[in-house]
């Protein structure tokens, strides 16, 4: 079956450590996202990637890197810089030039004490 | 700067009942509006869209209603079941600047009860 794959499902992590976030998908598609979900904010934007090789920030990119080394891999890292990580984060990819449709993971939850 | 208002936060609606939720929009470039529905522990899932040229568009029990004078569009569930108890999200969308991001609302809590 297709879809998107982010690994793991729950993740713990000491304050001013950095960590990657794993997104896979096997859909074929070209454009791959991230987005960061909090309690009362609805989804924001971290960033995105049409093309591999290529990606643009989003609304909140501070404190987060991504690569895009594969068409099926977008890995995201937290990094010590960004103040508050605690949060349940989302990959998502779509057909190019159709981004108004995205596919979801179904998250990983980042838990830094 | 929040470029989509939705409302309420949270709904309770008895089984049977229709559950409505409304969105507002700033942005008159806009002109895709999806709505996501998302379970808990999950991603967010499609659930059904409209462009501006249509003032309403139906799929079963899921309507979305659209007043692009007003800038706002609203989701009504009808025969609203339990199984409908999840979080959605309206989005907005546009393809200036070259590219198709979504700009996402604030989400709404459902639950549908016996």
């Known amino acids: 079956d297709g879809g998107i794959t982010q690994s793991p499902k729950y993740l713990f992590r000491k304050e001013g450590q950095n960590v990657t976030l794993s997104c896979e998908q096997n859909?074929?598609?070209?454009?791959m996202y991230w987005y960061r979900q909090d309690p009362g904010q609805g989804l924001r934007l971290i960033y995105y990637?049409?093309?591999?090789?290529?990606?643009q920030k989003g609304d909140i990119a501070e404190g987060y890197s991504v690569s895009r080394e594969k068409k099926e891999s977008f890995p995201l890292t937290v990094t010590s810089a960004q103040k508050n990580p605690t949060a349940f984060y989302l990959c998502?990819?779509?057909?190019?030039?159709?981004?108004?449709?995205?596919?979801f993971g179904s998250g990983t939850r980042l838990t830094v004490v | 700067q929040q470029q989509v208002k939705q409302s309420p936060q949270s709904l309770i609606v008895q089984k049977g009942g229709i559950s409505i939720i409304n969105c507002a929009y700033e942005?008159?470039?806009?002109?895709?509006f999806p709505w996501y529905q998302q379970f808990p522990g999950k991603g967010p899932a499609l659930l059904i869209a409209?462009?501006?040229?249509?003032s309403e568009k139906k799929e079963g029990r899921f309507t979305i209603s659209f007043n692009k004078s007003a800038k706002q569009f609203s989701l009504h569930i009808m025969d609203s079941q339990p199984g409908d108890s999840a979080t959605y999200f309206c989005a907005a969308s546009s393809k200036a600047g070259g590219g198709n991001k979504l700009t996402f609302g604030t989400g709404t809590q459902l639950k549908v009860e016996l």
């Open positions: 990637s049409q093309i591999v090789n290529d990606f």
């Open positions: 859909l074929n598609h070209d454009a």
């Open positions: 409209i462009r501006p040229d249509v």
């Open positions: 942005n008159t470039a806009f002109d895709y």
């Open positions: 998502a990819s779509s057909i190019a030039g159709q981004g108004t449709v995205l596919t």
